[in-house]
């Protein structure tokens, strides 16, 4: 596609609940990066995908936290349990083979009752 | 490992006036530095970057940003502010140590008075 997609938008959900984001990169794009921003906060490293495999999970909050990208494009953050805290700007981003710019989408928009 | 300061989590212009917003990185190897700006709502779009070469880089809408390495800075400027220009403005670092992965700063809101 010609840019980043992220879906849902939006995603209201209740304490405790399981959620999936969804992040299709720009296509070609190797690499691709999971980020969480909160309020009035910079964005917040989760996890970088080198093609299928997961080079680095170390922003990953705990074990609530997991993401996949089975096939090397559409990747899939996954939090289990869902807490209000957990209530944040989930961002994707994707470059051409990592060590070039990232591109973001629009991001989805979390919030836990 | 890499990090970036932003100072001044504000900053307030005239239209019409320079815009400077401040970045300071830290890096123990050579860096890419990036200014990304956001919109309210929307994802973070580049402005520019600076990987090897020419120090001074310009980018889109005017800005512009010069990489100093005896100062670890990548301050952005602009020589006259548009009301447009109004929204949150994040810098970014990246190094080979850190797996190119960028690194956040907190961001400057920048702030257009007509």
């Known amino acids: 596609g010609a840019g980043v997609s992220q879906t849902p938008s939006n995603k209201v959900t209740e304490k405790g609940k399981y959620v999936e984001l969804r992040c299709d990169p720009i296509?070609?794009?190797?690499?691709l990066y999971w980020y969480r921003q909160s309020l009035g906060q910079g964005p917040e490293f989760l996890i970088y995908f080198q093609g299928t495999g997961a080079a680095d999970d170390s922003g990953l909050p705990n074990d609530r936290f997991f993401a996949v990208r089975p096939e090397g494009s559409v990747s899939t953050l996954k939090i289990q349990r869902t807490e209000r805290g957990d209530s944040a700007v989930y961002l994707c981003?994707?470059?051409?083979?990592?060590?070039?710019?990232?591109?973001f989408g629009q991001g989805t928009r979390l919030t836990v009752v | 490992a890499q990090s970036v300061t932003q100072l001044g989590s504000h900053v307030s212009v005239s239209e019409g006036a320079l815009v400077l917003l401040r970045c300071n990185y830290s890096?123990?190897?050579?860096?890419?530095l990036f200014w990304y700006v956001q919109y309210p709502n929307q994802g973070l779009q580049l402005l520019l970057k600076y990987t090897t070469g020419a120090t001074l880089v310009k980018g889109i809408n005017g800005f512009e940003a010069e990489f100093k390495k005896s100062e670890t800075s990548f301050h952005l400027t602009k020589p006259s502010a548009h009301m447009s220009d109004a929204a949150e403005y994040f810098c970014?670092?990246?190094?080979?140590?850190?797996?190119?992965?960028?690194?956040f700063g907190r961001g400057t809101s920048l702030i257009v008075h007509p």
């Open positions: 981003a994707s470059s051409f083979n990592g060590n070039t710019e990232a591109f």
């Open positions: 890096s123990s190897v050579p860096p890419y």
């Open positions: 296509s070609g794009h190797t690499a």
């Open positions: 970014a670092v990246s190094t080979s140590g850190g797996s190119y992965i960028p690194t």
